[in-house]
């Protein structure tokens, strides 16, 4: 992809801000030192409003005289609970944080893309809102961002985002209509017995029994209760309990995420699961309780937004058909509300040689010139 002349000379913006916002990694909602940098540089932009939603997130909105369309364009700024073993001049300035999933990519792009709205304000035909959120690594920060007015005054027609990634090349973006990244539950049960002393198992109820059974059981719902023609996956990730080698355990607490692209089919695997939980209740005594900690919908692309982005690009080349992934993204919360399309930037290459979430995971900076100029081509694409 061609990248136009005003995007290549932000280089050594880019370059900048995103060795500077990877030196101050923040957790979940507590990003106060990178909303006061983003806000700075989003105030030299000279947007129309600016405010603050999701406790440390921004909402950034450029007017367009008589528009009667708005496009929003979202980054996710959060970082992992990671320590960075890359040895770079830049690297995380906080113990145990690091951004190893690319959120200060993501929020790289989205400035430059203001600082590309400033320096183009009279030729806007529509409205941009410009979202910065925390929370996407299990906080469920799109929703809070939509709850404190992030799609409304101006109410938002369509919403566009992107992800680092780093099995497709630099240079290029993965796209894919319909289902692209998958729904995600993540789970955890309490299983209550009774305790006793080891010596007299008869006067207690084993907590650790019964878990070690439900966990076998629950691993033939995939292979026996799903098609397999469709994609689901189950994973039971951690597991606590009992106190003491000659007490019988009391209670167990198991960690999960249950992951599929379809509404129906989650709703029937998270049917089966109660089903085996109460079966166990009946049969043993125990006590079983699940809480679900966090819900992603799918990610899922309108086909006609796929299609209007592909005339934007100088070739079809420019795009890579990606397979859908058991990853998960809040992005898909916007989806619920407005229409959306979210895509994978290339990062392949060069410095990205570590998967995300990584604690060697980096990149190339110019490969955020590649996701401005796909921004812009899309804003370019209303005008």
Not at 8 to 34: A, K
Not at 95 to 102: L, Q
Not at 350 to 355: Q, R, T, V, Y
Request: hydrophobic fraction near 40%; aromatic fraction near 8%; glycine fraction near 8%.
């Amino acid at each position: 992809m061609q990248i136009s002349d005003q995007i290549l000379s932000m280089q050594d913006d880019c370059v900048r801000i995103r060795r500077d916002l990877h030196r101050i990694p923040e957790i979940g909602f507590r990003l106060y030192d990178t909303q006061a940098y983003v806000r700075k540089e989003l105030e030299a932009c000279g947007p129309d409003s600016l405010e603050t939603l999701a406790l440390t997130g921004l909402k950034a909105v450029f007017y367009a005289k008589g528009a009667e369309k708005t496009l929003a364009f979202r980054a996710d700024m959060d970082a992992l609970r990671s320590e960075e073993t890359n040895d770079v001049p830049y690297r995380s300035c906080r113990e145990g944080a690091m951004h190893g999933c690319g959120h200060d990519g993501h929020t790289t792009i989205l400035l430059l893309l203001a600082k590309w709205i400033a320096k183009n304000r009279k030729k806007l035909r529509c409205n941009v809102v410009l979202l910065f959120q925390p929370g996407e690594e299990g906080w469920a920060g799109a929703r809070r961002m939509i709850e404190d007015g992030a799609l409304e005054n101006p109410k938002v027609d369509q919403i566009y985002g992107l992800h680092l990634w780093p099995t497709v090349p630099k240079g290029k973006v993965g796209v894919r209509w319909g289902y692209q990244m998958a729904q995600t539950s993540d789970f955890e049960i309490t299983v209550r017995g009774k305790s006793a002393h080891a010596s007299t198992p008869q006067m207690g109820i084993d907590a650790i029994v019964v878990s070690a059974e439900f966990i076998t059981m629950l691993q033939t719902v995939i292979t026996r209760d799903v098609d397999p023609h469709q994609d689901a996956l189950l994973t039971l990730g951690k597991i606590q309990g009992g106190t003491s080698h000659n007490v019988i355990a009391e209670e167990v607490v198991i960690s999960g995420t249950l992951r599929v692209f379809s509404n129906e089919l989650y709703h029937v695997l998270s049917h089966k699961m109660l089903a085996l939980m109460q079966g166990l209740e009946t049969a043993t005594g125990a006590v079983f309780q699940i809480e679900r900690k966090v819900h992603y919908p799918c990610v899922s692309n309108p086909r006609a937004l796929v299609e209007q982005f592909y005339t934007v690009l100088d070739s079809m080349d420019d795009a890579v058909l990606v397979e859908p992934v058991m990853a998960a993204e809040d992005f898909a919360e916007y989806q619920q509300v407005v229409p959306g399309m979210f895509l994978f930037l290339g990062v392949k290459g060069g410095k990205c040689h570590a998967p995300l979430h990584s604690s060697n995971f980096d990149f190339d900076e110019d490969a955020l010139l590649y996701g401005a100029e796909v921004f812009k081509r899309i804003l370019e694409g209303t005008l």
